[in-house]
């Protein structure tokens, strides 16, 4: 073997080397969000490693606040990406924006369709998630739905669950006990898909958006918009049929609209 060959052998050796060392210290969980007690985090990354072994999908979970108005599915995508293992299926769940999107690799696609996987989100994920604000419930619950569907696909089970069902709510016994929320640390995403410091500005820009948006539906009818009113009623119904002007002129049409704005409650 030539020297050249055997260099060649050795780098491409080198970069897979390096790849699998990446992946291997790529979590399981990334919860940005801090939403998820640490037991329950823990009972994640096992089982997650545990299907990687058994049906050979692994599974990974991405929590956020807020995505700063990013489309979580393409979000989910070039999560994906960056992570680079074709077999993995990835849940984002963005808890600010009440929004959550799972991508699917490409090796998986094989097991695991879009409406199969979008069935399972609304049938174990969607109620918990959206209506009881219960986020280990509904996570627990839709990994173990997607992981007994893949086990069905693939004939490749796993014995040991952990207390992946009590999390979800079917299990008789008590709930474990909850344990303090990690600290959330650098994330595998940041410098991949955006800047953290980005992010935090730009969830605090979002949170102020929605607040305006919401008072500036409770202040009521502005000066300018009581005058424009005035003049408009004025217009209608201030002349007669020969275009003369009766009664009061626009001032005061514009001043009585004022008054009764003020009688309702219409103005800010």
């Known amino acids: 073997m030539s020297r050249r060959v055997q260099a060649a052998w050795l780098l491409l050796s080198l970069l897979l080397c390096l790849a699998l060392t990446g992946m291997a210290n790529i979590p399981y969980v990334d919860d940005q969000a801090e939403v998820l007690p640490l037991q329950l985090t823990e009972d994640i990354t096992a089982y997650s490693a545990r299907m990687a072994q058994g049906p050979g999908v692994p599974f990974y979970l991405v929590t956020k606040h807020f995505l700063g108005g990013r489309n979580v599915q393409q979000y989910a995508q070039q999560a994906l990406e960056a992570l680079g293992d074709g077999r993995a299926v990835l849940l984002v769940v963005v808890i600010g924006e009440e929004n959550y999107a799972l991508a699917i690799g490409e090796q998986s696609r094989q097991l695991l369709s879009d409406e199969r996987a979008e069935s399972m989100l609304d049938r174990a994920f969607r109620q918990p998630f959206l209506v009881e604000r219960d986020y280990s419930k509904a996570i627990a619950a ?127």
């Open 142 to 268: 839709f990994l173990l739905d997607l992981s007994a569907y893949l086990q069905s696909r693939t004939e490749e089970g796993i014995r040991e669950e952990g207390s992946l069902p009590v999390w979800a709510g079917r299990a008789q016994r008590a709930t474990p006990q909850e344990t303090a929320h990690p600290t959330s640390g650098p994330s595998w995403l940041d410098g991949i898909l955006e800047d953290r410091g980005r992010s935090e500005v730009e969830a605090q820009e979002y949170a102020q958006d929605v607040q305006e948006a919401q008072e500036g539906s409770d202040r009521g009818l502005s000066l300018f918009q009581i005058a424009l009113i005035g003049f408009i009623l004025f217009k209608i119904f201030g002349r007669d049929k020969t275009g003369r002007g009766k009664g009061c002129g626009p001032l005061g049409w514009i001043f009585g609209t004022w008054g009764v704005s003020k009688i309702f409650r219409w103005r800010r």
